[in-house]
C-alpha cells in the first residue's frame, strides 16, 4: 500500500508507460518525416573550390616582425605534414602572417592545424585557418560522463540519454526546420512539447512529481514565449547582433534572424525553466512524505519558502551565466563613454539585457506555479 501512495498504482502506472510510449512513438513519427522532407528540399550546392585538411606543424622556417598600422606582426614560414585530407602524407609549406589581420596567432613545431587547401595556382589560397581541438574536447567529454555516472549512477546514465535525446531534437529535427524557412519560434515550441515529457521521465522517472513539473514547464515556456511576442515587437530587434548571423543571412536569405534569435533566447529560458520546476516539485513531495498531515496550504507555503531561496540563486546563477557569456560586451559597456542611457540602447547590448531579463522573470513565475500545483496535487495523494 505504500508503493500505491508514493505513485499511480499498478494499473496507473502500467496506462502512464502506456501513453508515454505512444507520444514518443508520435513525436518521432512525425519530426522524423518532417527532418526528412527538409532534408529532400534542401537545394545541393557546387562543392568548393578548396579543400578543408589538417596536419601538423614539423618545422618553422622562418620567423621574422615587420609593422602594419604602427603595430608588430609576426609572419612565420611554416613546413606541415597533412595527416587528413586528399594529400595525406604530404609535406606542403604556408605562410602565416604575412597579411594585416588583428589577431596574429603564432605557431610550433608539433602544434595540429587546420588548413585551407587551395587546389588552384594561387598559393595565398592555402592557408592556416585554425587550431585542431577535438582531443581536448574529447577527453573533457569523456571526464563529464565519467563523473556524471560515477556520482549520479543510473539517473545519470538516464540524464545523459536525454541530454542525446535534446540534442537530436535540435540537430536533426529543429534546425534543418529552420533552413528550410519555418517560423523558428513555431517549430521550437512545437519540438518542446515533445522533448520535455521523454527528457523528463528519462531523467526523474515515470512519476507524479515529474508530470507536475512537465506540466509546469508546459506552462512556464508558453508565458515566455508570450512575453519574448509582445516585448521584441517593442524594442525592434533585427537579430544581426553577430557575425554568425551575417554569415548565415548571406548563406540563406530565407532564414528570419530576428525569430532565429528570439528562438535561442526560448531555448535558453527553458533550460532553466527545467531546473527550478523539477526542484520545487521534489521538495514540496519530500515535505508530503515527511508529514502526510500538512494541507495544500501548508505545503504550499512551506515550499514558497524553499522557492525562495531557489530564486535568489538561480537569478543570480542566470545573470552570471549571460554576463561571463557577454565579458566582450560588458568591457564595451564600461570602457564607453556615452551616457548609460544611450548605450543600453544599441542592440547587441539590449539584447542580452533582454535574454537575461526574460529567464530571470520565467524562473521566478515559475516558483509559485510549480509550488501551487505540486501542493494540490501531494495534499490529494493516498
Known amino acids: 500500500m505504500r508503493e500505491v501512495r508514493k505513485g499511480y498504482g499498478t494499473m496507473g502506472l502500467t496506462r502512464m508507460r502506456t501513453l508515454n510510449t ?7 513519427i512525425v519530426f522524423l518525416n518532417l527532418s526528412l522532407v527538409a532534408h529532400a528540399q534542401t537545394p545541393s550546392t557546387t562543392p568548393p573550390a578548396d579543400e578543408t585538411l589538417e596536419g601538423t606543424i614539423t618545422k618553422v622556417i622562418s620567423q621574422k616582425d615587420f609593422m602594419v598600422d604602427k603595430k608588430k606582426q609576426t609572419e612565420q614560414k611554416l613546413e606541415l605534414i597533412i595527416t587528413d585530407g586528399s594529400i595525406k602524407g604530404k609535406k606542403i609549406i604556408v605562410e602565416n602572417g604575412n597579411m594585416a589581420t588583428t589577431n596574429n596567432q603564432l605557431y610550433a613545431v608539433g602544434d595540429q592545424v587546420v588548413v585551407n587547401y587551395g587546389k588552384g595556382q594561387d598559393s595565398n589560397a592555402t592557408y592556416i585557418t585554425d587550431h585542431v581541438r577535438r582531443q581536448p574536447l574529447l577527453i573533457l567529454s569523456f571526464i ?5 555516472i560515477a556520482i549520479g549512477r543510473l539517473k545519470g546514465f538516464t540524464s545523459l540519454i536525454s541530454l542525446a535525446v ?3 531534437f535540435i540537430m536533426q529535427m ?6 528550410q524557412g519555418t517560423d523558428p519560434i513555431v517549430i521550437v515550441i512545437l519540438a518542446s512539447l515533445f522533448i520535455i515529457p521523454i527528457t523528463f521521465y528519462l531523467s526523474h522517472g515515470l512519476n507524479k512529481k515529474t508530470t507536475i513539473a512537465i506540466i509546469a514547464t508546459f506552462v512556464s515556456l508558453i508565458t515566455a514565449g508570450a512575453f519574448i511576442a509582445v516585448f521584441s515587437r517593442f524594442l525592434y530587434f533585427t537579430g544581426f547582433t553577430s557575425d554568425e548571423a551575417s554569415f548565415l543571412q548571406v548563406m540563406s536569405g530565407s532564414i528570419n534572424m530576428k525569430d532565429l534569435m528570439l528562438a535561442g533566447i526560448l531555448i535558453g529560458s527553458l533550460g532553466a525553466i527545467n531546473d527550478i520546476t523539477v526542484s520545487q516539485a521534489a521538495v514540496i513531495f519530500q515535505l508530503r512524505e515527511a508529514n502526510a498531515k500538512l494541507t495544500w496550504k501548508e505545503l504550499y507555503k512551506k515550499g514558497m519558502n524553499v522557492g525562495q531561496d531557489h530564486i535568489g540563486s538561480m537569478v543570480n546563477t542566470l545573470v552570471l551565466v549571460y554576463a561571463g557569456a557577454s565579458l566582450p560586451l560588458l568591457l564595451l559597456f564600461a570602457n564607453n563613454q556615452k551616457p548609460f542611457g544611450q548605450v543600453i540602447n544599441f542592440e547587441i547590448i539590449a539584447v542580452e539585457v533582454f535574454r537575461t531579463l526574460i529567464g530571470s522573470i520565467i524562473l521566478v513565475l515559475a516558483v509559485p506555479f510549480t509550488s501551487l500545483l505540486a501542493a494540490v496535487v501531494a495534499a490529494r495523494s493516498r
Do not use: D, R, T
Open 22 to 28: 505512444f507520444i514518443a512513438l508520435v513525436c518521432l
Open 144 to 148: 563529464f560522463v565519467l563523473l556524471v
Open 174 to 179: 529543429i534546425l534543418p526546420q529552420i533552413q
Open 166 to 168: 535534446s540534442f537530436f
